[in-house]
């Protein structure tokens, strides 16, 4: 059903729906200002998705350096930190999630990512179930990262980032 959904860079103008979607997805929503602060913050991509000009959902990741010693890899690493994704609770199982990730992954990858990471709650389900069908697997858990809750740490090959030679 994702005929019609188009994913693009956030817009300032964006700000409300990003929040309605955000506040109808999440017990604990992220204020507007993180949105803010995150659309200006260099090396973020902020995705979203319209359906006929709406917005129906949204994506934020950025590509992070991990230190040796939190990687089985010799050196620092680039990794993709997926930060937040939602879609319209009425047009979640439609694609739109999938389209979301997959374009975000890509960017991630094209910024230097061999690795796609994200944190999710440990009650959430469904949503462990959309990133295992995206390919992510368990990587970790974080006692208590939402306050009241555990984190499961997921994780995603993203394969060999391009060089600049080619």
């Known amino acids: 059903m994702d005929d019609g959904v188009v994913v693009r860079g956030f817009r300032p103008e964006d700000l409300e729906a990003v929040h309605e979607i955000e506040r109808r997805s999440f017990p ?20 979203v998705a319209t359906l006929k000009e709406r917005v129906v959902g ?4 950025r ?3 991990i ?19 939602a879609v319209s609770p009425e047009l979640r199982r439609s694609g ?5 990730m997959r374009t975000l992954e890509a960017l991630l990858k094209r910024g230097g990512a061999s690795l796609a ?3 999710v709650r440990a009650s959430n389900i469904a949503a462990q179930r959309f990133y ?7 990587g970790g858990r974080i006692p208590l990262y939402y306050g009241d809750e555990d984190a499961l740490v997921m994780e995603k090959g993203l394969g060999r980032a391009p ?3 080619g």
Do not use: C
């Not at 993180?34 to 902020?46: C, E, I, N, Q, V």
């Not at 949204?58 to 990741?61: R, S």
């Open 63 to 65: 590509v992070e350096q």
């Open 28 to 47: 604990d929503p992220w204020p507007r200002s993180l949105f803010k602060a995150l659309h200006r913050s260099p090396g973020t991509y902020f995705l």
């Open 163 to 165: 060089t600049m030679e």
């Open 67 to 85: 230190p040796q010693r939190e990687t089985a890899y010799s050196g620092s690493r680039k990794i993709g930190h997926i930060l937040n994704i």
């Open 132 to 138: 295992r069908r995206l390919g992510y697997r368990e």
């Open 58 to 61: 949204y994506a934020l990741g």
């Open 96 to 100: 739109i999630g999938m389209k979301l």
């Open 117 to 119: 990471r994200l944190e």
